[in-house]
């Protein structure tokens, strides 16, 4: 079959062709193609130059081809691909200059059309559209306002204008045939928007109401448009694209032309809109996402820039609607509710209802701002107005970010309602809105909020999903449809018309209309549900039946329920109706198919099991000789089973429905799909080679011609070659591991089927027939291949999803997966379906989404049909000769007489519930149950007759004579029988003990292992004490040992460092306190000694003076502070007064510290839930800590327990006791009472017993007569069979051994009590006796003494009585106030429990966060050791540095001072004084000084001095040479020799002063560097620690975190919730009356005191007034009478004066002090100037004799300088000790000098002189 060509226009054709020849095939359609600039400004669109590109490749096939179309206003000639590019560019501008505002295009041009098979006579308008009755409600979007009646929304690849009013549809056809993605609105609604489908779809905008298309815009994605929207001017329109690139495009709508273009987003984008307030600035959201783009002008031109925004700490979330502001905010919604106020591209704050309540339950779909107020869409059915202003100023104000805020109306449009969108309609004077709901439905919405407000009206109801199945009335034109939304509908196609619906609490997935042969009136429909529920539905016309006052609306139809049944577990897939309509037939996922009578109310008649789960069920036609059940199933198995069988049998008997005799055919389905293209393969292969063979004959023929036998010789070596090229393979046979699903199928012929397939094997139509039946073949061992196939075009990926014929069978539609139709056409009597060739095709449904679930035609062939998972439903016109009548109707069953009266049978709503095989079987299972329970009690009641008739024959033979009485022996009939029983019994036994010796080995071993684990480890057992008179009792603690917690202490893992604040503050305070200390002491004894001084010395004249002086001050200030005290007295009784007085803004004190109050405590700042709370080191905790805690929580709780047992036991010991003593008194009473007569006795009280549960510890003693027992009550248990089996501890099995241990603690008491009182009974019983045998009458004085015993007897009767009841009521008392003790401990030992939960739980959290912690600890430590250790280097650097720093300055006034006593010395008016400065001064490289050890050699010594000779006599040239020169070796004529010589030996103390300061400052730039090093290292590690630190309040605040998360049980009384609310409710009550009632009084007073107020202000201004005309008339003018009387005497001045007579005694005083010591030093410094003037004139003239020498020495050397070459050594080693006796003179004078300069100053002091080494040395040689 040949492709379709260039008729092709709908969406098949891009399906076979290239998108390039799409583009071609369009390009050539529309004439105007408007091609980008060069110079485009956005970055992106290097894109579209190979747009351009691919699109010239495109149109290279239309070479000089060239169409013209001819407009009103415009021509476009079509350029050929020969036009040069220039000239085409130059054209194309043209083009775009020339599109006029009245251009329009052809809109039957762009629509898809239907395609055809060519040569073929089918029409196109075989199928033409008549009604939509779906919606595809969750499609974003998807409804818009054209005008207040005209909506817009898309229904697969239509676009469907309804009017609201009229409800007439009008339909567009998609362009692309592939589906529309979006649509949009102008916002002045002149046009709308078409965004398609499809590779590389168009977006097409039509003008409104013409419906012309207007503009075109081309390539701005690559599958799909997802969203567009204009700005607020309708200049520009934005798209975004879909999966896969999601492109952003900006476009000049009018123009044709894209402006900027770029990628939103990686994810998928939902929406994109322009700012109303600036059209620069645009929002895009979606999958996790929401992103703020602006147009930017850049230096490469205009681009689109975003910002992502980022959530920050809120979660993550996908962003339906949003909203901009004015002022560039933008609002969002969220998934949970909340709104978010973006501001940037962050959130600025999140918005939530009062009690952190979401905005909406669910996500916020849409965000609108109207009339000053924001409107909110929400899922949950909510519209909620919200004030504009407050969301504008929102901002945070606290830690959480959240805002909470109230809307101001809110509109609960219903409950099941999700609403998707909302549009507003154009009505003036009114605010009614259009709703998308999500659930499949249109609403009316008033948002008026006013009186008059009318309720939300649903206008149109669709369903919402998927649709599932279709069917149709076989009598007149009724549609039903069910869904997954629970819903039953009924159309009228034929009038356009919804009827009715029906919802159910389980989805529908099955449909079929009951047939007419067994519902006449075509009333009935059954409907497969999820759950496996089969209902029958009748419709019928409500409005024959009785009208009741009060009924809703009557509507034109009306579902009820008919019959109710559950076959299967699992959903209904397949109903099928027999033809003859005896036989209902039900398919299932289950793997099963169930058969039901339907003239018998759908009576069951059974069911076959299946190999796979059921697809699709098809009865065979009337044409088949048998009536035959066609079964498909999903994974390859199809099935033919006959007509089941009917039997007449009562369900009782039915034991199950499966039905295991039918003779069922199966045909297993097997690939031959890859046989097929092989065979393809080599049809076409063989083709090639007869083509090649024709061209070898023709070319040897022609060779023969030309060249002769040669030519036929290189001809056949050429195919001597061609012959040895290999072959390519053929293709492999292929079968797919996972069989391809079957999609559907029909019966062609008895025993044949056709079968169309998905997957693998989809593209064709199988031929298949089932093999004969076999009994014992097995289904899935069974492989079978069609015989035959048919090819489909296009149908590779798109198989047929679904197939039905029409009623006279010349034509088959097909359902397409991609939501297309496709109608073949058919000859008459074709099972083989020869003629399946030509065929119609049309896109209908979504290409993405729409596949076609069901197709049907109407009964008269003259409506299609189609139902599609897209939610739409579609009826088409079939092509006919006849035409359809206008006002064609369905007729609507009429109700049945009686109807109203019928009862309504039960519904089956609980998706759990029986089917029917499952309900039968367990109703047979009941049944055998009964019977087998029956069985055994007739088998128990004659064994219990037969036991009763021997018990009564053994009574009989007791009642005899003892003579006559059978022997136990008698009645055995034989000795050794029993001898024998008795025998065998023994070896069974011995036989059973063997058997059961390991058993009973393992229940030992058991037991002990019980023992050691549940009795072992108990401290005590429960033991419960029993009151004696009442029914109370007490039980003691089941005490355990105690816990492993509180035996020993885990030590902490985890040392707490003390902290920084901590340590300094430890270091401050020690500080402090030791300052404190020693300046006390200090402060103390400078007081004792000031007082002691006091006291001791005289006072003097001066001081007198002074004492004086300040008394007479102290008169002076007491009297004016008497005036002042006076008057602050005043002022300070006018203040009470004014601060009486209220205020104009007064409030009440105690308002003001109540609301103090609030805003200190209200609220916990530092809670622990907080995201930034820090947790101080002293409340962090771990494992350890939590273990001690629990461990003295467990010891503490043990320690009651233990405490409340011992009071329990001795409480039972008590009873014992009592118990023993009421034994007592009642053998003594009986003993007593054995003495008085009858009449007089007393009833004796009973004696109180011993419980099984006081005495636990006898439960573990039995014998073998409690075993048994105990076995005999557990067979009683099994027997009855109680539904709780659950019991105490107490109970159970233990109660054989507790009635045995009572029954011998009755015994044991009843034999002690009887051994206690057998004394008082014997006396008792020997008086009858002896009365017995005296018989004569007593005397008078033996009845005295009788009627003496007697009352004593009574008296001593009562007395007994008494004291047994004192007992008695004693004991329960002592029992009472203990149960008391025990419950007030039963609820602090439960708080302990709940308390013990929670400290377990955290400390198993502790424990899993220990580890970690520990590491981090250790982390921390470490860095705080390093941290101190570098601190305390840091600290010792810096001491070190202070201390050479203060060497240096030392240093420094060294050299000063030097310089200072070289002025002093040289004086004023010396002329040589710049000359000896200069000598100072001068800088001398001096050789380092080194440290020799030993002698040096003489060589080194003779070296060092002709090094030096040589150096002199250099120097001795140059000064020859050069007299200018300034030479320091040589004293200046006339220059004071001594000022010479002082001059260079204080250079030589200066230069050792310098070096001295060079090592210092050396050291001190090693101590900075290290300082700087250790300092960056601080940093280092400091910042280390801060990281660790954070780290370690991280990981303690995500610990805390965990901590917060543990639920926590806090207990509370009634009254401390209900009943003190209730008695505040009163109290507020009283409050109310009480401020009423102040108020009243309150105000009252207030105008009481207001014309009182009034009345004062005249009389102080009277007062006022006379006040200020004294003062006038007394004073001249108005003075300060304060001032005045405060007016005495200057204190300060006073004071001032005191002080200054105080000063001037004490500087008199230490003037004499300072005087007395300035004459002690003047003697001094005389003493010592005479001696230091000694030694100058010694100094003076040793200089003198050295000046002598050196002359002396000099002319020598000048006058043998040419002699000897060299001085000798004698000469050598004499200067030398010259010269370092000069040092050491020069020295001295220094030292001297500096002594004198220091006496001159004052309180100079002098240590004595030390003298050197080398001054002892030279000593005896100047000597």
Request: proline share 4%; aromatic share 8%; with cysteine.
């Amino acid at each position: 079959m040949k492709e379709p060509d260039d008729q092709d226009t709908d969406g098949e054709k891009s399906d076979r062709s290239k998108s390039g020849t799409r583009q071609s095939q369009r390009s050539s359609k529309y004439e105007l193609r408007s091609p980008m600039k060069d110079d485009t400004t956005d970055e992106t669109f290097t894109e579209e130059d190979s747009y351009l590109e691919e699109e010239d490749t495109d149109l290279e096939g239309l070479e000089g081809s060239s169409i013209s179309f001819q407009y009103d206003d415009l021509e476009i000639t079509r350029l050929s691909q020969e036009t040069p590019a220039p000239a085409a560019e130059e054209a194309e501008e043209e083009v775009k200059k020339k599109i006029s505002e009245s251009f329009y295009y052809d809109y039957m041009e762009l629509a898809s059309m239907p395609f055809v098979t060519p040569d073929s006579n089918i029409p196109l308008d075989l199928l033409t559209l008549v009604h939509s009755f779906g919606y595809d409600c969750r499609k974003r979007a998807n409804l818009q306002l054209m005008d207040s009646n005209i909506a817009l929304y898309i229904a697969g690849n239509q676009l469907i204008l309804l009017n609201l009013k009229t409800k007439e549809q009008i339909y567009l056809q998609s362009s692309s045939g592939e589906g529309i993605g979006v649509i949009g609105v102008h916002p002045y609604k002149t046009h709308f928007t078409v965004a398609e489908k499809g590779s590389f779809p168009d977006i097409i905008i039509y003008e409104y109401p013409s419906l012309r298309p207007y503009r075109i815009l081309r390539d701005g994605t690559e599958k799909a448009y997802a969203y567009v929207d204009f700005n607020n001017n309708g200049t520009l329109l934005a798209s975004v694209g879909s999966n896969p690139d999601y492109t952003l495009t900006i476009w000049n709508w009018k123009e044709e032309q894209p402006i900027l273009r770029t990628k939103a987003f990686s994810q998928e984008v939902f929406k994109v809109t322009f700012n109303p307030e600036d059209e620069e600035q645009l929002t895009t959201s979606g999958s996790g996402h929401i992103k703020f783009w602006e147009m930017a002008f850049t230096f490469t031109g205009l681009k689109l820039q975003g910002s992502l925004g980022r959530f920050g700490k809120t979660a993550t979330t996908d962003i339906e609607g949003y909203m901009e502001l004015p002022d560039g905010k933008v609002l969002s919604g969220s998934e949970w509710g909340n709104m978010l106020l973006w501001e940037g591209s962050l959130i600025k704050v999140e918005l939530c209802r009062a009690g952190n309540k979401s905005c909406h339950h669910g996500p916020i779909n849409q965000i609108m701002l109207d009339e000053g107020e924001v409107i909110t869409v929400g899922s949950d059915g909510c519209v909620r107005i919200w004030d504009f202003e407050t969301i504008d100023t929102a901002d945070v104000i606290d830690e959480t970010g959240l805002l909470q805020i109230e809307p101001i109306n809110e509109l609960q449009v219903g409950k099941n309602v999700n609403l998707f969108s909302m549009e507003k309609m154009n009505e003036t004077g009114s605010n009614f809105w259009l709703a998308q709901d999500a659930n499949g439905a249109i609403w009316k919405l008033d948002l008026s909020f006013s009186n008059i407000t009318q309720d939300p009206e649903c206008l149109f109801s669709f369903h919402s999903g998927a649709i599932q199945d279709l069917a149709v009335s076989p009598i007149t034109y009724l549609m039903a449809t069910t869904a997954l939304d629970c819903s039953v509908r009924i159309y009228d196609f034929a009038g356009k018309t919804p009827l009715a619906q029906m919802k159910f609490k389980q989805g529908g997935t099955a449909l079929a209309w009951v047939p007419q042969m067994v519902s006449y009136n075509g009333a009935q429909i059954s409907v497969g549900f999820e759950d496996g529920v089969v209902r029958i539905l009748e419709i019928y016309d409500p409005k024959g039946l009785t009208i009741f006052a009060g009924r809703k609306k009557i509507l034109d139809a009306d579902l009820r329920l008919k019959h109710v049944f559950k076959p299967h577990t699992a959903s209904v897939t397949a109903l099928a109706y027999e033809h003859d309509g005896e036989i209902l037939a039900t398919g299932s996922k289950d793997h099963t198919v169930f058969f039901f009578e339907v003239e018998r109310n759908y009576k069951p008649i059974g069911y076959i099991n299946t190999p796979g789960p059921v697809r699709q069920l098809t009865w065979s036609g009337i044409s088949h000789p048998e009536s035959t059940l066609l079964i498909i199933c999903e994974n390859g198995y199809i099935l033919e089973a006959p007509l089941p069988t009917i039997k007449e049998e009562d369900d009782d008997k039915v034991v199950s429905y499966e039905i295991k005799d039918m003779c069922i055919k199966c045909f297993h389905f097997s690939s031959i799909k890859s046989n097929i293209l092989r065979l393809i393969e080599i049809e076409k292969r063989e083709q090639q080679k007869k083509l090649k063979e024709k061209e070898r004959e023709e070319r040897r023929r022609k060779a023969a011609e030309e060249m002769g036998e040669d030519g036929e010789k290189e001809f056949q070596e050429e195919e001597a070659a061609a012959e040895e090229e290999e072959e390519e393979p053929l293709p492999a046979i292929f079968i797919p591991p996972t069989p391809s699903p079957i999609l559907c199928g029909f019966y062609s012929e008895p025993g044949k089927f056709w079968v169309s397939l998905g997957g693998y094997d989809s593209g064709f139509l199988y031929h298949c027939e089932f093999p004969p039946y076999d009994k014992s073949s097995n289904f899935k061992e069974q492989k079978d291949e069609p015989f035959d196939f048919h090819f489909l075009e296009d149908t590779e990926n798109n198989p047929v999803q679904t197939i039905t014929f029409s009623v006279n069978q010349t034509m088959m539609f097909c359902g397409m997966r991609n939501g297309a139709i496709r109608v073949y056409l058919l000859s008459e009597n074709d099972p083989s379906l020869t003629t399946l060739e030509d065929y119609w095709h049309f896109n209908v449904h979504d290409n993405n989404y729409g596949c076609i679930k069901s197709i049907a035609t109407s009964f008269d062939d003259r409506f299609l049909m189609t139902a599609g998972t897209d939610s739409n439903i579609f009826v088409f016109n079939i092509f006919s000769e006849y035409m359809l009548r206008k006002d064609m109707k369905a007729k609507v069953p009429s109700s049945r007489f009686g109807m109203d009266a019928e009862p309504i049978p039960k519904d089956i709503e609980d998706p759990k519930a029986y089917s029917i095989e499952n309900a039968r079987r367990k109703r047979e299972h009941d049944k055998l149950m009964k019977e087998v329970e029956e069985i055994k009690a007739g088998k128990r009641e004659q064994l219990k007759a037969l036991r009763n008739e021997f018990r009564k024959l053994l009574e009989m033979n007791k009642e005899l004579p003892q003579h006559m009485q059978f022997k136990r022996t008698d009645f055995d009939l034989d000795s050794k029988i029993r001898a024998e029983i008795d025998r065998k019994t023994a070896y069974k036994l011995q036989q059973v003990r063997k058997e059961l010796a390991w058993e009973k080995e393992k229940h030992e071993l058991g037991l002990k292992k019980l023992q050691n684990r549940f009795r072992d480890p108990l401290e005590s057992d429960a033991v419960v004490v029993h009151a004696i008179q009442s029914d109370h009792k007490i039980s003691s603690y089941r005490l355990a040992q105690p816990s492993r917690y509180s035996k020993f202490k885990r030590p902490s893992q985890t040392e707490r460092r003390p902290s920084k604040l901590e340590r300094f503050e430890k270091e401050g305070a020690g500080r402090k306190d030791s300052q404190k200390e020693t300046g006390g002491s200090v402060s103390i004894q400078e007081e004792s000694i000031i007082e002691k001084g006091k006291k001791f010395r005289p006072k003097t004249l001066s001081e007198i003076m002074v004492g004086n002086q300040i008394a007479k001050t102290r008169k002076l200030i007491l009297k004016a502070e008497k005036a002042q005290l006076k008057i602050q007295q005043r002022k300070k009784e006018w203040e009470e007064l004014y601060k009486s007085k209220p205020d104009d803004d007064f409030e009440d004190p105690k308002d003001l510290q109540a609301i103090k109050e609030a805003q200190l405590y209200m609220g916990d700042f530092n809670l622990k839930t907080a995201p930034d709370y820090r947790i101080p080191e002293h409340m962090r905790i771990n494992a350890a800590k939590k273990e001690e805690e629990l461990g003295y929580l467990d010891t503490l709780a043990h320690g009651k327990k233990r405490h409340m047992n011992k009071c329990i036991l001795s409480l039972r010991d008590l009873k014992v006791a009592v118990i023993e003593e009421i034994q007592c008194l009642v053998q003594e009473l009986k003993s007593i009472q054995s003495t008085l007569h009858r009449s007089k006795h007393i009833p004796i009280p009973q004696i109180p017993q011993i419980y099984p549960d006081e005495v636990p510890e006898k439960r573990f003693q039995y014998n073998e007569e409690t075993l048994l027992n105990f076995k005999q009550e557990q067979m009683k248990k099994e027997d009855e069979k109680p539904p709780q089996v659950e019991q105490s501890g107490s109970g159970g099995s233990g109660g054989g051994f507790l009635r045995l241990s009572s029954e011998k603690d009755g015994d044991l008491t009843t034999r002690d009590s009887l051994s206690r009182s057998s004394k008082p009974s014997g006396f008792s019983l020997d008086i009858p006796k002896f009365l017995e045998f005296e018989k004569a009458e007593p005397t008078d004085v033996e009845l005295e003494i009788m009627k003496r015993d007697e009352i004593k007897h009574v008296y001593m009767q009562q007395y007994l009585v008494n004291r047994i009841k004192e007992l008695i009521v004693t004991f329960d008392a002592e029992l009472r106030v203990l149960r008391h003790q025990k419950l007030k401990l039963d609820i602090q030992i439960k708080l302990s429990d709940l308390h013990h939960v929670t400290l377990f739980q955290e400390m198993l959290l502790l424990k899993n966060f220990e580890k970690q912690e520990n590491i981090l600890q250790e982390r921390v430590n470490s860095s705080d050791k390093e941290e101190q250790f570098m601190q305390w280097k840091i600290n010792e650097t810096l001491k070190e540095m202070e201390e050479k720093k203060n060497e240096i300055s030392k240093l420094q006034d060294q050299e000063k001072a030097l310089y200072a006593g070289f002025q002093a010395a040289i004086g004023e008016n010396n002329k040589f004084a710049n000359f000896l400065m200069k000598v100072l001064k001068k800088k001398i490289k001096r050789v380092k000084k080194k440290e020799v050890e030993g002698d040096a050699d003489e060589d080194e010594e003779s070296e060092e001095s002709s090094e030096e000779e040589s150096s002199l006599e250099s120097d001795e040239d140059e000064s020859g040479s050069e007299d200018d020169v300034f030479d320091d070796s040589i004293c200046p004529t006339n220059c004071d020799v001594g000022l010479f010589e002082m001059a260079l030996q204080l250079r030589e103390k200066r230069l050792d002063i310098e070096e001295a300061l060079v090592e210092e400052k050396k050291i001190v730039d090693n101590l900075k560097k290290e300082y700087d090093t250790l300092s960056k290292k601080v940093k280092i590690v400091a910042t280390n620690l801060n990281a660790a630190e954070e780290a370690l309040e991280a990981y303690q605040r995500e610990k805390q975190q965990r901590l917060n998360e543990l639920l926590v049980v806090i207990p509370l009384k009634l009254h401390q919730s209900l009943g003190r609310l209730q008695e505040r409710i009163v109290q507020l009550h009283e409050e109310n009356s009480k401020q009423q009632k102040l108020n009243k009084e309150w105000r009252e007073r207030r105008k009481r005191l207001a014309q009182e107020k009034r009345e004062m202000t005249k009389t102080i201004n009277k007062m006022e007034e006379t006040v200020r005309q004294l003062m006038i008339s007394k004073f001249g003018r108005v003075i300060d009478l304060e001032a005045l009387q405060t007016l005495s005497v200057n204190t300060t001045l006073e004071e001032l004066k005191i002080r200054k007579l105080q000063k001037e005694l004490l500087n008199a005083k230490e003037m004499k002090m300072w005087e007395e010591k300035i004459a002690r030093v003047r003697w001094e410094l005389m003493m010592k100037t005479k001696e230091h003037t000694k030694k100058l004139h010694q100094m003076n003239d040793l200089c003198i004799e050295k000046k002598k020498l050196d002359s002396r020495l000099n002319t020598l050397q000048n006058q043998q300088g040419n002699a000897f070459q060299g001085l000798r050594k004698a000469d050598i080693l004499a200067k030398e000790k010259v010269t370092e006796l000069i040092q050491v003179q020069t020295e001295k004078i220094s030292a001297l000098k500096e002594e004198i300069a220091l006496l001159r100053k004052k309180g100079g002091f002098i240590l004595p002189p030390i003298r050197s080494s080398q001054e002892n040395e030279m000593e005896p040689t100047e000597l």
